[in-house]
């Protein structure tokens, strides 16, 4: 089984008047395809959780790159695409697969894209067909849309305040993408809006 796997994370504040560019993510963090440390991050745990599972399994990874910006404001731009299509770029190169496993945090906006994640997801469900799996891991102080629920067979976020239990997550999303992949479950993925107003504490 061959799995692609990469992760793009920012927490916008839309208010904030200083914008996040390339240098921002490459000073919080930035690891190329096969360059991730052993150690997981906030939003890329699902990397290390995979290079696990592959050991035990035999199963064939290809890691594309792994990157993330401190919270700040509006994502340049030309820093969104250039990092998207660098991700969508090493997908290709990988096909064919069964399976992309992205670790993502679902608050990032650009100039000109309201939903970052929605636009990254949809692209690679153009580009891998509808029978191939999409799982991704979330940040739960994250946006909820339809773009996202059309393109992903599977949606995992923290259950954890702080978030100690992100690694646990990333497991999980890795084994409900994997028994996705081999047919052993055929994820449903439905929303409901409660149409409630939540005070979060950050």
Request: hydrophobic content about 40%; aromatic content about 8%; charged content about 25%.
């Amino acid at each position: 089984m061959r799995i692609f796997t990469a992760s793009l994370a920012t927490e916008t504040n839309t208010f904030s008047p200083v914008p996040t560019d390339r240098a921002s993510f490459e000073m919080a963090f930035y690891a190329g395809p096969g360059k991730h440390p052993e150690t997981p991050t906030l939003c890329s745990s699902p990397i290390v959780a995979l290079r696990k599972r592959a050991a035990r399994e035999g199963l064939t990874v290809i890691e594309g790159t792994a990157t993330w910006a401190e919270p700040g404001g509006l994502v340049q731009r030309q820093t969104y695409e250039a990092l998207r299509d660098e991700i969508l770029d090493q997908l290709k190169a990988a096909l064919p697969i069964d399976a992309v496993i992205l670790g993502l945090h679902g608050a990032m906006v650009a100039q000109g894209y309201d939903d970052c994640e929605g636009d990254l997801l949809e692209r690679v469900r153009k580009i891998v067909g509808p029978k191939v799996v999409i799982a991704s891991e979330f940040d739960p102080h994250s946006h909820l849309t339809p773009k996202r629920v059309a393109a992903c067979d599977v949606m995992a976020y923290f259950l954890e305040f702080p978030h100690t239990d992100f690694y646990e997550r990333g497991e999980h999303v890795v084994e409900l993408g994997l028994a996705a992949a081999r047919g052993d479950i055929k994820p449903v993925i439905s929303t409901f809006d409660c149409r409630m107003i939540q005070v979060l504490p950050t």
